[in-house]
């Protein structure tokens, strides 16, 4: 198969849009080896057909410990790294069946629409803030704090408190290639997990109507899981519940700066906002380039035999725009009917959350184009700098509107 593609992460075109990349990545064949922003060779899966297929394969497991290339697990840091392992996005049954049952509850579609009025009233607030100046950074006055309130008001994480545990997600996500920092990293994760321990015991003190004390009841009454499962599912949520979403938002916003035919559409029908918010998933979601998995027994895909243990990428942001699944993938199109895109993923680690960044994304993004007329970039759309490497969206979204 020859020498495996490294992705131009210095390039930046590739950075400001990877897709003609993927294009001709895929049209080399459905499984192709490539070398990964941290340096690690994966095996990606381009076509949809075996993406779907191998993300609810139970021989594919999410679990670093499965895989025979150490790095990845080696950039955590040893305190934390058991921990972390036993959170829910990397195990599997039963133990995930039991972690996710205990917290399904609260992001059921029902529940998350009783959750529309506040995210609305924060929405609102956040704009209320900058519509006198007549212009903003969508990222960091908007897209940032509303999903970052709340996921923290959902947990019961005091105000307070927010913008230290952003800072330490930053730096332990390290959205750009090449091998992270590991002193600023383990620094960044001691200091989240032992905030997150001083906050839980505080629940346990002064129990809330809040999700992590909730969390606290069924490990101290329930024995429904354990201290380090406490903390992990605690990291996890407070995480996985804000980030993806910022990128949902920023990301679908820029989309339609640059397609401003597809805003008109939006604008002239807010009716077609909930499928608007699954095209912006599709077109170019905040998973990118795709997920990790690695095979417990050597598996065929794409007729390729991937063995054991090897690094799989399943690349649903390549997925996404298979011309065998989607017609004309490459065209956002807000009025996109039968949208099933794997921008949440598949099976069992299907995104929790799902339902929630859903209601946020078609909140604030059908809010700003009634709020803000005249919507504009104030740079041109090239100059955007963009996050990359295993997330993707706008690092700043600047744009002009008319005051009011």
Not at 22 to 27: F, H, M, P, Q, S
Not at 43 to 59: H, K, Q, T, V
Not at 207 to 233: F, H, W, Y
Not at 382 to 395: F, K, T, V
Request: include cysteine; charge should be negative; proline fraction near 8%.
């Amino acid at each position: 198969m020859g020498e495996p593609t490294v992705f131009p992460y210095e390039d930046p075109a590739f950075a400001a849009d990877p897709f003609p990349f993927y294009k001709a990545l895929r049209g080399r064949g459905p499984v192709r080896r490539v070398v990964t922003a941290r340096g690690v060779e994966a095996w990606l899966i381009a076509r949809y057909e075996d993406g779907l297929a191998a993300l609810s394969d139970p021989r594919l497991s999410s679990d670093f410990r499965d895989a025979t290339d150490t790095r990845l697990l080696d950039q955590l840091p040893s305190m934390e790294r058991e921990s972390f392992l036993r959170s829910m996005i990397r195990i599997g049954p039963p133990d995930h069946t039991r972690l996710r049952r205990l917290v399904s509850k609260a992001f059921t579609v029902r529940r998350v629409a009783a959750l529309r009025p506040r995210v609305q009233g924060i929405t609102d607030r956040l704009l209320d803030a900058v519509t006198p100046a007549g212009r903003a950074d969508l990222v960091e006055d908007f897209a940032l704090p509303l999903p970052v309130t709340v996921i923290s008001e959902l947990l019961g994480v005091p105000g307070e408190d927010r913008e230290g545990f952003q800072e330490w997600t930053d730096i332990m996500l390290a959205q750009r290639p090449g091998p992270p920092d590991r002193e600023l990293t383990d620094s960044a994760w001691q200091q989240m997990w032992s905030y997150l321990e001083r906050l839980l015991a505080a629940k346990r003190k002064r129990p809330a109507d809040d999700l992590l004390s909730a969390l606290v009841t069924a490990r101290d009454e329930e024995r429904s899981l354990d201290e380090d499962e406490l903390v992990a599912m605690s990291f996890l949520l407070l995480v996985a519940g804000y980030v993806t979403t910022v990128n949902l938002i920023g990301g679908g916003v820029a989309a339609l700066l640059a397609h401003r035919d597809q805003l008109k559409l939006l604008r002239d029908d807010p009716d077609l906002l909930p499928g608007a918010v699954e095209e912006f998933l599709r077109y170019d979601g905040p998973i990118n380039p795709g997920i990790i998995r690695f095979p417990t027994e050597d598996v065929e895909i794409g007729g390729v035999t991937i063995p054991r243990g090897a690094t799989v990428l399943v690349a649903t942001a390549i997925a996404d725009r298979d011309p065998a699944r989607f017609p004309d993938p490459d065209r956002l199109d807000v009025t996109r009917a039968e949208n099933a895109h794997l921008a949440f993923g598949h099976g069992i680690h299907y995104c929790l959350g799902a339902p929630l960044a859903r209601l946020e994304g078609e909140i604030a993004i059908g809010t700003v184009l009634r709020r803000l007329p005249n919507l504009a970039l104030a740079v041109p759309y090239e100059d955007l700098q963009w996050h990359i490497a295993s997330l993707r969206g706008p690092e700043h979204l600047p744009v002009t509107f008319t005051a009011s």
